[in-house]
């Protein structure tokens, strides 16, 4: 799916380029080091992080991390209205997710951008089924010559 090339995953402690697009802080705290007026970042998605407990169990090694993406992505499913909105932004351009975790993909990180990307999923799956085969078309259309 091209959405997924639509997210990227990076570390805090690397610049900014200009291709990140809009640039959302994804950690429960502030990473360390980091001055809020000199860190350019778009957003703070402070909610879609992993409660505290949970950063807690998987970081004091209670839980692996499959327990830790299922018990995650339970947490997410309170925040629908947030991810689908992340979803429709990651359609009309570049989103970078930031962390300070030492690997993003094998983090928190990973498992929002899936969650955001089924939620693209689904949504474009809606749109086909609930619009006239015209319409759906033309949003084809229009989206091939944007």
């Not at 993406?69 to 997710?97: D, G, P, V, W």
């Not at 078309?137 to 091939?144: D, P, V």
């Amino acid at each position: 799916m091209s959405a997924y090339l639509n997210i990227k995953l990076k570390r805090v402690y690397e610049n900014a380029q200009k291709d990140d697009g809009i640039r959302l802080l994804a950690d429960r705290v502030w990473p360390r080091g980091l001055s809020k007026s000199s860190f350019q970042y778009d957003e703070w998605i402070i909610d879609l992080c992993p409660s505290h407990s949970l950063r807690k169990q998987w970081h004091n090694g209670e839980i692996d991390y499959e327990i830790f993406c299922e018990n995650y992505r339970a947490e997410l499913k309170q925040h629908r209205m947030k991810i689908n909105a992340l979803a429709l932004t990651s359609i009309q351009s570049q989103i970078t997710l930031l962390t300070s975790v030492k690997h993003p993909t094998h983090s928190h990180l990973a498992v929002l951008r899936n969650v955001i990307l089924e939620a693209t999923e689904e949504l474009h799956t809606d749109t086909k089924d609930s619009a006239s085969h015209v319409c759906y078309a033309f949003l084809n259309k229009k989206k091939k010559t944007d």
